[in-house]
């Protein structure tokens, strides 16, 4: 059984680094979005902010795998139509779109949380010390939102790492997947199935470790 | 890029499969509230013991995808020969059965740490004040604790329902053709991805928005007067 994981453990480690790269991607581009989302879903026009709102009520109510599929077999249709030959969607870019539109609903949920519980007296303070809007945003306000956001930032971050195991369904070579093939050539799929396991909870354990520290780094002066 | 004419084919594919999801996700919300409550208690166990294992359960299932933990059951226990042998294969050996186990055990650790969070927020002085009253502990529990840690994890006990629909499509990868999977299965022959998915995600949501108005109901059902 443990000679079975020695001979792919090249594997699983690529497929754990595909992994990580899809988490990464994923988080990073879902908060690029989000961060132009939250405050527009806050201070916008009434209209802006619905369709936010929208965005954000309907991605919590369909499955992350449904996005996944939609993206994927959608892509592929939009631009076989677009370029007028076949062309399909790669596993990794299919994923990192599926799972950032998903992210970025929950983590503009999180930030407008964030930014609306500093308090309003923090903006007038800042301005009425002759601060110009984005500079007290960026001194004031954003560390003290920061601060605010960052446990349901590493939640999110840790539902991410989690979701991009579904990615391995439309055939992107992540920890998952290998493991789908291997446990398929060694017919021992409860030793690949339950490493994979192992290695998803190590991960999530050290992330789990190491943003507890950042955040009370971050909070220690509200304690 | 969408035609209507496909909507009728992709309706009727997608609704077969409604069934079984409801069948899934209704099971496995009851199995994962079932198991949750004794999970949450031994999570506020005074016995250390207690507390260190089923943390431990936790730990591993919240730390790891659901996928996987689905492919450790159905994929993974038939490879042993004690379970193949015992009378509770016919039951591991359908990836309904599989999938309805797999999201139960799941949604039990995720509840368990929710209910058990609840535990822990009732004040110290009502379990002293019922002791204090010579009020039996299994008393105590269901007549005085219970009732306010879950009128207070309610709301979560509904969003729960909703993540287990969701949780649900992932019984697809176990060949079983839920809406996702039969979705899925008529996207390759139609090759229509727009109308067929946008039909599931409808069902999805209208689903996730009935699931989330009975809990609603069941939250003012449930609520004290005046508060």
Known sequence: MLDAIYQYQGQLIQGLLTTLAVAVGSLLVGSLIAVVLAPLAIYGRPIVRRIIMGYVGLIRGLPELLVIFLIFYGGTVVLTNVTGRYFEVDAMSAGIAALSVVAAAYLTEILRGALLSVPAGQWEAALALGFRRPRAFRLVVLPQMMARALPGLANQWLVILKESALVSVVGLEELMRKSVVAAGATHQPLAFYLTAACLYVMITGVSTILLKAYESRLTSHLR | ?227
């Open chain 2, 1 to 227: 890029m969408l035609s209507p004419d496909l909507f009728e084919p992709a309706f009727i594919a997608v609704k077969d499969g409604f069934l079984l999801t409801l069948v899934i996700t209704i099971a496995s919300f009851c199995l994962g509230q079932i198991l949750a409550l004794p999970l949450a208690l031994a999570l506020t166990s005074e016995r250390r013991p207690v507390r260190l294992g089923i943390s431990t359960y936790t730990f591993f299932v919240r730390g790891s995808p659901l996928l996987v933990q689905l492919f450790i059951i159905y994929y993974g226990l038939g490879q042993i020969e004690a379970i193949r042998d015992s009378y509770l294969w016919p039951v591991l050996r359908s990836p309904i059965y599989c999938a309805i186990l797999a999201i139960g055990l799941n949604s039990a650790a995720y509840s368990a740490e929710l209910v058990a969070g609840a535990i822990r927020q009732i004040p110290a002085g009502q379990w002293e004040a019922g002791k204090a009253l010579g009020i039996r502990y299994s008393v105590l529990l269901v007549k005085i604790v219970l009732p306010q840690a879950y009128r207070a994890v309610l709301p979560a006990i509904g969003n729960e329902l909703v993540l287990v629909m969701k949780g649900s499509t992932l019984a697809s990868a176990v060949t079983v053709m839920e809406m996702t999977g039969s979705a899925r299965v008529f996207v390759a022959r139609s090759y229509a991805p727009f109308e067929t998915f946008l039909i599931a995600g409808t069902i999805y949501l209208v689903l996730g928005a009935v699931f989330g108005r009975l809990f609603r109901f069941v939250e003012t059902r449930t609520a004290i007067p005046g508060r």
